[in-house]
């Protein structure tokens, strides 16, 4: 079985400051790694994913995420940040070879004040 | 650009009521799923679908709920006789295919609330 662990549920930090989210993951077989944000009254949309290859990814809105297997990590990070970035940010597991189930972290709300 | 879509927003229903929610995936995806999030909580997998069969369930799929794609437009959720620990937010997602290369759109999700 895998689960996700997100270690802060609310991030409080100022417009163009850097920012970075943690999770950590556990699972005994090999798995695809994802951050999904979720902007108000919106549904979950990708940030970003890690399948395989490189072990620092790159997604949209200027995050990126660095795979690390050994702490068995996925933080999310972004050097500068916007209001309008303000959300809810959601890391995902998925075990290689299941039917598409993803199991989710709690959630950390990340909160961009001016 | 295309978007998974559900309705309603918000369901209001007295406890041991059916209720049925409604999700229109992206038109050429094949594959469908239900999460849900109460409160305060995880997003927590649901049910998987595909070729008109269940893939996979989570043990919170008991017999009280039962998916289906009437109309090969629509994918529904049923729940036959809710409980108030039923009350959550509830998420339909499709993907084109199953593989994790596959991403999974989500639509913007139903708020339940039973009472």
């Known amino acids: 079985a895998q689960s996700v662990t997100q270690l802060d549920s609310q991030v409080p930090v100022f417009e163009e400051a850097p920012v970075e989210l943690r999770c950590n993951y556990s699972?005994?077989?090999?798995?695809?790694l994802f951050w999904y944000v979720q902007y108000p009254n919106q549904g979950l949309q990708l940030l970003l994913k890690y399948l395989s290859g490189s072990t620092l990814v790159k997604g949209i809105n200027g995050f990126e995420a660095e795979f690390n297997k050994s702490q068995t990590s996925f933080h999310l990070r972004k050097p500068s940040v916007h209001i309008s970035d303000t959300a809810e940010y959601f890391c995902?597991?998925?075990?290689?070879?299941?039917?598409?189930?993803?199991?989710f972290g709690q959630g950390t709300t990340l909160q961009v004040k001016p | 650009e295309p978007e998974v879509t559900q309705t309603p927003s918000h369901q209001v229903t007295q406890m041991g009521q059916e209720v049925i929610l409604r999700c229109v995936p992206i038109?050429?995806?094949?594959?469908f799923y239900w999460y849900r999030q109460i409160l305060g909580q995880k997003v927590e997998f649901l049910v998987s679908?595909?070729?008109?069969?269940?893939?996979?369930k989570s043990e919170i799929f008991d017999d009280q709920f039962s998916v289906e794609r009437p109309d090969g437009s629509n994918f529904t959720l049923k729940i036959r006789s809710t409980k108030l620990e039923d009350s959550a937010m509830y998420f339909c997602?499709?993907?084109?295919?199953?593989?994790?290369?596959?991403?999974?759109?989500f639509g913007p999700g139903t708020r339940l609330t039973v009472l």
């Open positions: 995902a597991v998925r075990a290689s070879g299941n039917t598409g189930k993803l199991i």
């Open positions: 997602a499709s993907s084109l295919g199953q593989g994790p290369y596959n991403e999974q759109f």
């Open positions: 679908f595909y070729n008109n069969e269940i893939s996979e």
């Open positions: 038109s050429n995806h094949l594959y």
């Open positions: 699972s005994s077989v090999s798995v695809y």
